[in-house]
């Protein structure tokens, strides 16, 4: 067993669970916690995992937090929690609901988990993402928000569909915001260390771009839900590559400190993941088109966060 290496999982719902779920399959670590609004729904999710690892490679610990103080000494946790908009909903209403529970969570993480690694999946990400950091006043390499290793293996599944073949050797890099604004980045982007452009045509590109964009989208119009098994492998994938110090290279929400020509924001660029969180910002050479797509991106996760700001919330 793995002792030591314990996984906080703040939201018990679909992905949350989730994730759970696929880092016991996996046999990743020694022991998950499950914590939840609802301690009913972390108990019982808690049982159903716990009584699949009889069949996982390792003897993975899977407990239901009674209270936040359940999740003291993790190495990573992972914070799922959030509310979806409703139609009655402003932008500003979700905006400060969902900044107020990332404010109250991590409050509980930096009392309990004064030492832990934050990975941020929830939504909207960029801008939790940098709420943490605000939050936390830790250093930025222990914040860490998953967007580009989901857009990164949708992406890489639409490429799939249109050429057929190359499953599991597709590489798909994508920068920019978790959402309409994301930038994938076909021509760093392979099948089997080929080339995009070598095998697929312009058209087919905007469209396999397009459909990578309105992902998320597509799954809710069939499921009258978000999606959760991708995000779960995705939260998976990149604690995996934290506990093993394996050095993965993941596009990933990250505090920018000049990299790309800017400050104090939150956006997806490439990193190196290893034992420390963030090892490495990888600063690509962007020409003059992605420049300005990076700044349409840039500037509306910016415009969310100058919503928070004036309505006082960092005060």
């Known amino acids: ?39 009913d729904v972390a108990k019982g999710k808690a049982i159903d995992i716990g ?114 073949y190359g499953s599991g050797q597709t590489r798909a890099m994508i920068i920019g915001d978790h959402g309409l604004n994301m930038i994938p980045c076909p021509e760093i982007s392979a099948v089997g260390g080929v080339p995009l452009d070598q095998i697929i045509s312009q058209k087919d590109m905007e469209d396999i771009i397009d459909r990578t964009k309105e992902g998320g989208a597509e799954i809710v119009k069939h499921l009258g839900t978000s999606a959760y098994y991708a995000p779960g492998r995705s939260i998976a994938v990149m604690v995996q590559a934290i506990l093993d110090d394996s050095r993965l290279v993941m596009p990933s929400s990250v505090l920018l400190k000049g990299e790309y020509g800017y400050n104090d924001i939150t956006v997806g660029v490439p990193v190196v993941l290893g034992a420390n969180g963030i090892e490495n910002i990888i600063e690509l050479e962007l020409n003059d088109e992605v420049k300005a797509k990076f700044k349409v991106s840039v500037d509306s996760i910016q415009e969310n966060i100058n919503i928070l700001k004036d309505n006082n919330f960092f005060d």
Not at 24 to 31: A, I, N, V, Y
Not at 144 to 153: N, P, R, T
């Open 51 to 164: 009584q699949s690892t009889s069949y996982s490679p390792q003897g993975t610990i899977v407990t239901a937090a009674e209270s936040a103080a359940d999740l003291k000494d993790c190495d990573i946790v992972v914070i799922t929690a959030g509310v979806p908009r409703r139609s009655e909903m402003t932008r500003a209403d979700l905006l400060m609901i969902n900044a107020k529970i990332m404010k109250d969570v991590v409050g509980n993480i930096v009392k309990y988990s004064p030492d832990a690694i934050i990975l941020c999946v929830s939504n909207p990400l960029d801008v939790m993402t940098y709420v943490v950091h605000k939050m936390t006043g830790w250093d930025r390499n222990r914040i860490i928000g998953m967007a580009g290793a989901l857009d990164g293996a949708r992406m890489a599944y639409q490429i799939h569909k249109k050429v057929g």
């Open 1 to 39: 067993m793995m002792v030591g290496r314990k996984v906080g999982i703040v939201g018990a719902g679909f992905v949350g669970a989730t994730a759970a779920y696929t880092l016991t399959m996996l046999g990743t670590c020694h022991e998950v916690v499950l914590y939840d609004i609802n301690p």
